[in-house]
């Protein structure tokens, strides 16, 4: 670049640069800031410098979200209306640039391919003349030459400075496209005018993008209404009013039984908080995404502002080569027609000059206008960010005090739950004390109604009969009172019961699979009631377990033996059961008399002990026939066997037999029977046979049975 053209441009850099940094410096000034930079913006001068953010307007937008004085919607929509129009100028310039045939691409073009071809041309010419053998001539040309590749050379780098500058141009018409696409969005947003967002395709170099629809908005210095600010796309729904969103009106998941009022207020009010935080962050989001975009604007349109310059400083270079070339010629030949096509490309050097000057001039004021949007977006996303914070604090307070409010183990709650729902609890559990009592009253009258009832089984026979049904059916009772309780406590708190039977089912069915004998012995104690094989108080021979049956449950039957030990038998164990005392008993009699009694003697004795027994009136009512005498059931060893028995109730066989076999001794003893015992008898003979001796009687020792 000549001396002239260095002090051309930097006293233009000067005259741009110096005033703007003055004005930015006052202005923080006055507002009591210092000054901010952002990395990567740079000012219309060199691609290192940073951006003075606090410059004019900007810095008091700045100023305006730091102290929370934000801008009304009617600013922004003004504001991004200008920022549209000029979008819109600047894609119209840069379709126009792109389709225009006179474009310095176009031009570049057209000049490179020109001095191509004629250095092309030339070499041919050159290498023709050699191989004529005409050498004068041949280095004649070879000063063409040197003349025509040094413009080649210029126009090549004015060629690929083109190309990079269109390549620039396209890249910033693809982001132009797509800001104003973000800034329509948005504009939509605030006007009310929204439509659901759709991603636009993408449009050719030459095709321009649609033109959004103007929404009509009144200035407000007419005193007309702005219109207000709809919610952002994806807010949630507004609060159906019950907290859960189930629409139900209730909070506990049941279905019957509704929020209070202060829960449900702090639900609507966490509801609409968090809408409000969402719809925050998602502004927060959009304005982010449209300063990245503005950023990748700002960094194209410097690559541009830089390519001009570039473009001027080769075309005041390419002039000045000229005019030293035309100053040559004219002191050499100054009728030369190289005269006039100098004057003519120093023409077209300095139109280019004068184009590229004013192309920088557009590229800066561009440039100082992205940069104060920029700004601009910077003090909004500070606002915005500033709000989103606190909706989002405030939402986090609303959810707690929510969570505060349905926490059932705070103090407010617990005492709450008592007001609510002791009251109801209380009457649950008295009635399910009443249900039990009322079963014990019903259970004796039910005892006394089948005692009372006619049948030909004795009263204490009737009574155990009736206690033992009654037994197993209290026991239900009971399981199916504290069971039914139980259900309702849980419904009355909130559980949910039908969940819990659903589950109840599914684990009987596991049972009735897994637990077969249960089952069975539940089915045979059923049955066992049901045939009245046995009652309480019954006197049974159980797979050889005798005792009495004390207790009788659907799955076992409980038999104290006479040593006192109590026996479990299950009942699906249960094959054979001998009931000793079912409806009547008998006591059964087996005496030996000595073989010299008369045995008709003895039975009119015998006979005679039974009928004054049973005149007795304390063996009276356990008696029921006369003694039936059945003879002489043996004759043993030592004695002749008399037996006989008497039919008594039931469990009265064993006194009856007792005090029986005491008559019967002390009558033997009074009347001289003599009840035998073990003894041997000895003979003695010769050796012809004779009797020698009379037998004698020789008395054996007693055999105590253990």
């Known amino acids: 670049m000549s001396v002239a053209g260095r002090s051309l441009r930097n006293s233009w850099l000067h005259l741009v640069l110096v005033p703007g940094c003055l004005v930015g410096i006052f202005a923080a000034a006055a507002c009591g800031q210092s000054l901010e930079f952002e990395p990567g913006l740079t000012t219309s001068g060199s691609a290192g410098a940073p951006i003075l953010l606090a410059q004019n307007g900007a810095s008091t937008s700045v100023q305006n979200a730091i102290t929370g004085n934000g801008m009304t919607d009617a600013e922004r929509i003004s504001r991004l209306q200008r920022a549209i129009e000029a979008d819109r100028a600047a894609l119209d310039a840069i379709q126009a640039q792109l389709t225009n045939p006179e474009s310095e691409y176009n031009r570049a073009e057209a000049e490179f391919k020109s001095l191509d071809a004629r250095v092309d041309a030339q070499r041919r010419m050159i290498q023709q003349l050699i191989d004529d053998g005409q050498p004068e001539s041949a280095d004649g040309q070879q ?130 908080k968090e809408a409000a935080a969402q719809s925050a962050a998602e502004a927060v989001q959009s304005i982010s995404q449209r300063m990245e975009v503005l950023q990748r604007d700002i960094t194209l349109e410097r690559q541009l502002l830089e390519s001009t310059r570039r473009m001027a400083d080769m075309a005041e270079q390419t002039r000045g080569g000229l005019m030293e070339e035309y100053t040559a010629v004219v002191l050499r030949d100054p009728e030369s027609p190289e005269v006039a096509e100098l004057q003519t490309r120093i023409a077209e050097a300095r139109q280019r000059f004068r184009d590229a000057r004013a192309e920088t001039r557009d590229h800066s004021a561009r440039l100082d206008e992205l940069q104060s949007r920029f700004s601009a977006l910077q003090a909004e996303q500070i606002a915005i960010l500033r709000d989103a914070d606190q909706k989002r604090v405030d939402a986090d307070a609303a959810r707690d005090r929510v969570a505060e409010l349905r926490n059932p183990f705070t103090t407010r709650n617990l005492l709450q739950w008592l007001i609510d729902y002791a009251p109801r609890l209380l009457l649950i559990l008295c009635a399910m004390v009443v249900a039990m009592w009322v079963s014990r009253i019903a259970e004796r009258r039910i005892v006394e109604a089948m005692v009372q009832r006619g049948g030909v089984a004795k009263r204490h026979e009737r009574e155990n009969r009736a206690r033992t049904i009654v037994s197993v059916f209290q026991n239900a009772a009971n399981v199916a009172i504290v069971s039914g309780g139980i259900l309702m406590i849980l419904d009355t708190v909130g559980a949910p019961i039908t969940a819990l039977m659903g589950g109840a089912a599914v684990f009987g069915l596991a049972v009735a699979f897994g637990a077969q004998s249960l089952i069975k012995d539940y089915f045979y104690g059923f049955m066992i009631l049901l045939e009245q094989q046995y009652t309480i108080n019954d006197v049974v021979r159980i797979g050889g377990i005798s005792g009495l049956v004390e207790r009788i449950t659907l799955r076992m ?128 003979r010769s050796e012809t046979g004779q009797d020698l001796t009379e037998p004698l009687n020789q008395p054996q020792p007693r055999i105590r049975s253990a």
Request: charged content about 25%; proline content about 7%.
């Open 143 to 272: 000063t063409e030459l040197d003349r025509l590749q040094g413009q080649r050379t210029a126009a090549k780098e004015r060629f690929d400075l083109a190309i990079q500058a269109r390549k620039t141009v396209l890249e910033k018409q693809t982001t132009l496209r797509q800001q104003l696409q973000q800034e329509m969005d948005v504009l939509g947003r605030l006007t009310g005018t929204a439509e659901p967002a759709t991603t636009p395709a993408a449009a050719s170099p030459g095709e321009a993008p649609p033109a959004p629809a103007e929404a009509p908005v009144a200035s407000p210095a007419n005193g007309a209404a702005v219109p207000a600010a709809p919610a952002v796309s994806g807010e949630p729904a507004p609060a159906n009013g019950n907290g859960n969103g189930n629409g139900n009106g209730n909070g506990n998941g049941n279905g019957n039984r509704p929020l209070s009022k202060e829960l449900q207020k702090a639900t609507e009010d966490a509801e609409a």
């Open 557 to 684: 039957t409980v038999v104290r033996d006479g040593e006192g030990c109590a026996h479990f038998i299950p009942h699906g164990t249960i094959t054979t059961t001998t009931n000793m005392t079912y409806g009547w008993s008998r006591a059964v009699f087996d005496i030996q008399v000595a073989y010299k009694e008369d045995t008709d003697r003895v039975v009119e004795v015998i006979k005679e002990i039974g009928r004054d027994m049973r005149r007795d009136a304390l063996y009276a009512s356990d008696i029921l026939e006369d003694l039936t005498m059945q003879g002489v059931d043996g004759l043993a060893d030592s004695g002749v066997t008399i037996k006989f028995f008497i039919k008594t109730v039931p469990l009265s066989q064993w006194t009856i037999r007792r005090e029986m076999l005491r008559r019967i001794k002390k009558e033997f003893d009074r009347r001289g029977i003599e009840i035998p015992f073990p003894h041997r008898t000895v003979y003695f």
